[in-house]
């Protein structure tokens, strides 16, 4: 046991599991060009790449069980105006421009909302909280980059607002290594369970299909 572990044990965190509700949904924090593409300056990340590429299958199981499923991306006006107060030129993603496109590893189908999010969580200033309580969500499965910022900030309300949230560790991403990996421990300490993705598709897998409706 590491020093950090045994700090945290100490402390008394971690010390159950959120488990898995009864109506989950899949939502992908910022998998767009601006962050898995090598052409643009945060986009180099392998682990971000590889964290795309990872999230396709739980996208095709939540598609075939129809769970609902949600992106996020962030962009901003020509002239900055929303930009805030971020300390890195995040300007530059502008509303309609390729780098606020979903990745084509992810690529959503007609119905699955994009929702445009200028700060970190995927909660914040926008309509993710009335599209998962108007589906009955329980579970919230956050996807998506980059661990140590959007992802985590996400994580953090979607727990502050009820829902039982799931990390599959290898959906998630972030400019360094280091940072993705302080994050999940603690993450997983306090706030969601931070799972090996086998063991949501296992969850995913076993859930009834929708029933078909005419």
């Known amino acids: ?110 119905g699955e909302p994009i929702v445009l999010k200028k700060y970190p969580s995927a909660f914040f200033g926008t309509e993710v909280l009335s599209l998962l309580t108007t589906k009955q969500v329980d579970t919230v499965i956050v996807t998506g980059c980059t661990t140590s910022g959007c992802v985590r900030a996400t994580i953090i309300d979607a727990f502050s607002y009820g829902f039982k949230t799931i990390v599959p560790e290898e959906c998630v991403g972030d400019q360094a290594k280091e940072s993705h990996d302080a994050n999940l421990f603690d993450v997983n300490a306090r706030y969601a369970d931070v799972l090996p993705k086998q063991q949501v598709v296992d969850y995913l897998t076993a859930l009834k299909a929708a029933p078909i409706t005419t």
């Open 1 to 110: 046991m590491t020093d950090k572990q045994s700090a945290y044990q100490q402390a008394g965190y971690g010390q159950k599991q959120v488990g898995f509700g009864e109506k989950p949904a899949l939502l992908l924090v910022d998998f767009q060009h601006a962050f898995t593409n090598s052409e643009y300056p945060t986009g180099k990340s392998p682990l971000i790449k590889q964290a795309a590429a990872e999230t396709a299958e739980l996208l095709e199981l939540a598609r075939e069980k129809d769970i609902p499923v949600i992106y996020t991306v962030v962009g901003y006006r020509e002239d900055k105006w929303d930009t805030g107060n971020w300390k890195t030129d995040i300007g530059w993603i502008t509303v309609g421009s390729h780098a606020a496109e979903v990745s084509p590893e992810v690529e959503p189908v007609t």
